[in-house]
């Protein structure tokens, strides 16, 4: 099998990222974006998802998290786009429930090649931690699945804390993702039109 990685760098003057990974290999898993709860969220992602992943990023944290929290979801769509080729002989769907303590969260995702986003998730608080607002959430994985060409439904069906909220649909995403991108049993592009695009 071909190495499915990738590295993107992107600078804005509102965010500077490098980003590399390996959707094969979860070795090496170093997160740093200057947004302590996003690094939190992301180390979930790739230790749930099985995936290695490596970010350096900067921003204007000044004003607020949101630049550098949607800038990485941007960056980490386009490698993941990028390091799953033309997904020939992948499952193609990942459907996954993960809970954390009172918190449920249910993600369906399909590595169509048509990036979407449908997002129902009520916090029960609007801001996580001192300076992260739950909104954000939402803004990552629209972010990420504009960029990476996925279809992605993601239900928080139940929570009373907004951290366990958010971690829980992290979760369930990632193992909905390491699902979708696993090699099938069988040989060929899981479509009826021949391509994922």
Known sequence: MTARTASITRQTRETDIS???DLDDATTVDISTGVPFLDHMLHALARHGWIGLVVEATGD??????HTVEDVGIVLGQAFR???GDRHGIERYGTAHAPLDEALARVVVDCSGRPFLDYHAAFPETLIGRDFAASLVEEFWRSFAVHSGLTIHIDLLRARNSHHAAEAIFKAAA???RTAIRSADRAGMPSTKGVLE
């Open 19 to 21: 980003l590399t990974i």
């Open 82 to 84: 990028e390091a799953l």
């Open 175 to 177: 193992v909905a993702i």
């Open 61 to 66: 944290h000044h004003i607020d998290p949101h």
